[in-house]
């Protein structure tokens, strides 16, 4: 219920800032404060249901929210798996949590055209499509027990970029992401490092270092995949309480 009434609020505050004054120093607090609830919205959030609602509440000012936070992890993580795993321009790539498209975007400025999009969010994704850089768009969540609804073992490489986080893509719910993936493809995500409030609250358990590992290492143990590399990235350009500076980019070959 509580999602349902800030979700109302946070429209509001987006009507508002969608104005053409958006870059005056009144509308730039505003989104600050906005992006700062969204961030307390999604630490409240206990299931993808109301994380949905979170982000379908914003679709439309959802980029200014990215910006206000200063959020370049995603960005920063998939340059780097490019860069580390010499992905071809050539590569089948599958966008998980591409929200907007910010990313595919980036992947498309940069040479790479064979992009799908998945997101949980129908009216995030509609608005990916807007940026004309993905192919195929899926509705998806992804989660531990249901299988993606796209093609098995056709990606040369899978990004994850924001969206392994509490309340969003679980580590248990990795085995679903390595089936969608070629054999010798890479799998890639940025999470924040340390204590961030989301990490600290019961529904961030598992994403603390020490069990956030023994999620990963038990897809090692079962030969699925390798870790090609963990890779320090800046997360967010200046740091708040709600989001660390710091970060990790994972990029792990799938092995089957
Ligand atoms: C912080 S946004 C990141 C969006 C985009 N990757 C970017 O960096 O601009 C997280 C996105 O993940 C989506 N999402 C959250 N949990 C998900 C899940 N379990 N399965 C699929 N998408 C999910 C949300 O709808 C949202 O679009």
């Known amino acids: 219920m509580r999602i349902l009434q800030l979700s109302c609020h946070l429209s509001l505050n987006c009507v508002h800032v969608t104005n053409d004054n958006i870059t005056t120093p009144h509308n730039t607090n505003n989104m600050d404060s906005v992006a700062a609830e969204l961030m307390d919205l999604l630490h409240t959030a206990n299931n993808h249901e109301d994380v949905v609602k979170c982000y379908s509440g914003i679709a439309e000012t959802f980029d200014k929210i990215q910006e206000a936070l200063a959020y370049v992890g995603a960005k920063n993580g998939v340059k780097k798996c490019l860069e580390i795993g010499e992905v071809p321009k050539t590569a089948r790539i599958l966008d998980i949590g591409a929200g907007t498209g910010i990313v595919g975007e980036m992947l498309q400025s940069m040479g790479y055209e064979n992009l799908d999009a998945l997101d949980g969010c129908q009216e995030l994704l509609e608005k990916s499509r807007e940026r004309n850089c993905y192919r195929n768009l899926f509705c998806s969540f992804v989660v531990p027990d249901a299988e993606l609804p796209v093609e098995k073992k ?4 899978v990004v994850m970029p924001g969206v392994v986080y509490p309340a969003h893509i679980l580590p248990t719910a990795f085995g679903q992401v390595i089936k969608v ?16 409030e989301a990490y600290q609250k019961d529904i961030g358990v598992m994403f603390r270092e020490e069990n956030f590992e023994k999620y990963v290492n038990s897809y090692v143990d079962e030969g699925l995949w390798e870790l090609v590399g963990k890779y320090d ?17 994972y990029i792990m070959r799938v092995l089957k």
């Open 233 to 249: 990235i800046t997360f967010v350009e200046r740091p708040s309480a709600s989001l660390n500076e710091n970060a990790v980019c």
């Open 154 to 157: 056709a990606y040369d490489l």
């Open 181 to 196: 993936v070629k054999k010798g493809g890479l799998i890639s995500w940025d999470m924040m490092v340390g204590q961030p």
